[in-house]
Every structure is written in structure tokens, then in C-alpha cells.
């Protein structure tokens, strides 16, 4: 049992139960559960003798514990449940004494002692659920967590190789333009640049290869997990039903039928009560700590080349007669997708065709026209010429 978030988080899938250590919650959620059981005991001690003073002390520990409940940890049916008793109180003026000490000797023990028996305490290391719970957790993800740390590794190796191949590419191309440079020189360039394309191929090699073992190994993963996980939904669905009973028990003392309005006010109550419902709050609690939250599975992380961002006056000055028109175009295909940061640049998604209606500048730009009909500047390396 906790508090629901007030906002999502903002990057859920990276919050995600199955990455690495995100099981933490459902640990801790035992100790919040324990702290829960304190806190109703303590409320409803409170209640008691609330119910001895009347009208005024009743609604005074009625606004009290509406700010106390909204930090506790309890969470769906559960919470609105507790919620309602605050709401019917202070619709209440009078309540008869006998009320105060049937919550005492009777509720306040059986919370506390049931709370004895289902926490129990392992010597140095908390709640025995809890930290069984996460030992299991742990050996479970250890595996798993190894394997995800060698995959960013060789993605992160893999994306340097084809920053080394642009590179090269960037230095071969301006090489064979220069038409001082020796042929030697150039044929170096174009050794480098064949190097550096293999080292690209095997780094990713070595990447599809790393991600095809986590992806074998994921459902294994997966399934370990979740069996963890339903151990712990399963010891929290008998505390959450424990404690509608002692709702429903609480309900049955501070029901005075003598009075037709109180007896009306109760009557309510009784029906959000019985709305109380495990597999709800249980989903809940799955679909947003547990297997249930989206997650951001590895896979192959395209590289994407830089663009070199223009000098906007630049640009202006030199206006379309430095560079030749292309009479009817060329037609071109995306190789990335691209999203035009200025009103005249194009936007594109990868293997769109389009033409290319003015050669590449200094800066590495060209003009083109999509089929829409937009005409603009797009980056001349995002691009390759469509056969």
C-alpha cells in the first residue's frame, strides 16, 4: 500500500519495474504497509475519544486527519474507503459513549495484533518480506542487469565508429575535390576511410550480437520477475483485505441506526466500503510500479549525423545566383529523418523522395521541394540521389 503519484513521472519507461534496481518500490511498500496499519490504529484511537466530547472535538479530529491521509500510504479503493469515515463524521453531532470504548478494546487490539504476526522482523535486516523480497529481486536481476551494462557498451562503441566513418567520408570527399592534392594523399584518405567503414560493420556486429543474448534471455527474465512480483501482490492482496474487515468492523460500532440521518450517513459509508476492491488496487499498483508500466526494451539505436547549423544572414546575403538552378531537379531520397528548425528549412522522414532544385552551398545545404510542394533548405549529407 502507498500514495498514488500526484504526475506521472517524466520519463515513465526509464521508471519502468524491469530496469535495473525499479523493483525497490514493491520492497518498500511491506514497510508502508506496517506504517499504514500505525496509522489507522492511531486514527481510530483518535476517533475513540473524539466520539466522548461530541459535535466539536468529533469535527476537530475530522479536519485533522483529511491532511494527515493524503501523505499516508495507502492508494485506491483502500484510500477512499479510509477518506469516507472523515467525510461522515463531520455530517455527525453526537455519537453515545459506549462507541469510544468498543474502537479501543477491540478494534485498536485486533490491528495490532494481527500487525505482530503478519510483519515479523529479521534480525539487522527489517521486515523479513522485505528483505526476502529483495534478495530474490536482486539474484533474479543481477543477470539480466550484466547483460544490459555490456549492451550499452557496444552501442556506445558502435555509435563513436560511425561518428569515425563520417569522418572519414567528410575528409575523402573534400580530398577529391581538391585538385592540388597528390593521389597518394588521397589514395590515404581512401584507405581510411574503407578502415574505418570496417571498424563501423564490426562494431556493429558486435552489437546486434550483444542484443540478440539480452533478447533471449529477456523472457527468462521476465518470467523469474514476475513470479517475485506475484508473491508480493499475493501477501499485499491479504493485507488489503484484512483491512476492509476492519473497516467494515469500525463501520458496525459507529453505525447509530437510533437517528434516521445518521443511520442514512452510514448507510453511504457501508456502500463505499464495499467498493473496496483488492484486484483493483492491485492492478493499479501493477500498472504503475509493477510489470504492468510501459518499458523502453532495448534495441538498435540508429547513428544520425550532425548538421552543422547555418549562419542564417549568411545564407541570405548570397541568395540563390551564387549557386546553378537545376532545371527540372534531381531526384533525391532521405537517408534519417530530419525536422527543419527554421520556417525555411524542410522536414522529412527516412527513404521520403523529393528533388533536389539547387546544388549544395559552402555550408553543406541544398534546396529542395518536397511533394507537397514546400520548397526550402535541407542538409545536402541527410540525403543520397534516388536511381
Not at 529483495?134 to 550484466?146: G, I
Not at 562494431?203 to 521476465?222: F, G, H, N, Q
Amino acid at each position: 500500500m502507498a500514495s498514488l503519484p500526484k504526475e506521472p513521472p517524466e520519463d515513465a519507461r526509464k521508471q519502468s519495474f524491469w530496469m535495473p534496481g525499479n523493483y525497490v518500490r514493491t520492497v518498500h511498500r511491506t514497510e508502508r504497509s506496517f506504517q499504514a496499519c500505525n496509522d489507522i490504529v492511531t486514527c481510530f484511537m483518535e476517533r475513540a475519544k473524539v466520539e466522548k466530547q461530541y459535535a466539536q472535538q468529533l469535527s476537530q479530529w475530522s479536519s485533522k486527519w483529511k491532511s494527515i491521509v493524503d501523505s499516508r500510504p495507502l492508494y485506491g479503493s483502500l484510500m477512499r474507503a479510509w477518506q469516507c469515515f472523515f467525510t461522515s463524521t463531520e455530517r455527525l453531532s453526537a455519537l453515545h459513549s459506549s462507541i469510544s470504548q468498543s474502537l479501543t478494546s477491540e478494534e485498536g487490539v485486533r490491528v495490532k495484533t494481527w500487525q505482530k504476526e503478519t510483519f515479523p522482523k529479521k534480525i539487522f535486516c527489517g521486515f523479513r518480506e522485505s528483505y526476502d523480497t529483495n534478495t530474490s529481486f536482486s539474484r533474479a536481476q543481477k543477470p539480466w542487469s550484466k547483460k544490459l551494462m555490456k549492451l550499452e557498451k557496444v552501442r556506445v562503441a558502435y555509435h563513436k565508429a560511425c561518428q569515425r566513418e563520417q569522418a572519414a567520408l567528410e575528409k575523402e570527399k573534400q580530398a577529391n575535390e581538391n585538385s592540388e592534392m597528390s593521389q597518394e594523399k588521397k589514395q590515404k584518405m581512401t584507405e581510411a576511410r574503407e578502415k574505418a567503414t570496417e571498424e563501423k560493420e564490426m562494431a556493429r556486429d558486435k552489437y546486434e550480437k550483444i542484443l540478440e543474448d539480452v533478447s533471449t534471455y529477456t523472457p527468462r527474465y521476465m518470467e523469474e520477475m514476475e513470479a517475485i512480483f506475484e508473491q508480493s501482490q499475493e501477501e499485499e492482496r491479504k493485507r488489503i483485505s484484512f483491512l476492509k474487515q476492519v473497516f467494515l468492523s469500525i463501520h458496525r460500532h459507529l453505525d447509530v441506526t437510533n437517528n434516521e440521518s445518521v443511520k442514512a450517513v452510514y448507510s453511504e459509508l457501508h456502500q463505499t466500503l464495499m467498493a473496496i476492491d483488492e484486484q483493483d488496487d492491485l492492478k493499479w499498483w501493477k500498472n504503475n510500479h509493477g510489470p504492468g508500466m510501459p518499458t523502453d526494451w532495448p534495441k538498435i539505436e540508429e547513428w544520425v549525423p550532425p548538421v552543422k547549423k547555418l549562419k542564417r544572414k549568411k545564407r541570405d546575403q548570397k541568395g540563390k545566383e551564387s549557386r546553378p538552378v537545376m532545371i527540372g531537379g534531381v531526384k533525391v531520397r532521405a537517408l534519417y529523418d530530419y525536422v527543419g528548425e527554421e520556417g525555411d528549412e524542410l522536414s522529412f522522414k527516412a527513404g521520403e523522395v523529393f528533388l533536389k532544385v539547387e546544388e549544395e552551398d559552402d555550408q553543406g545545404w541544398c534546396r529542395g521541394v518536397l511533394s507537397s510542394g514546400k520548397e526550402g533548405f535541407y542538409p545536402a549529407n541527410y540525403v543520397e540521389v534516388a536511381e
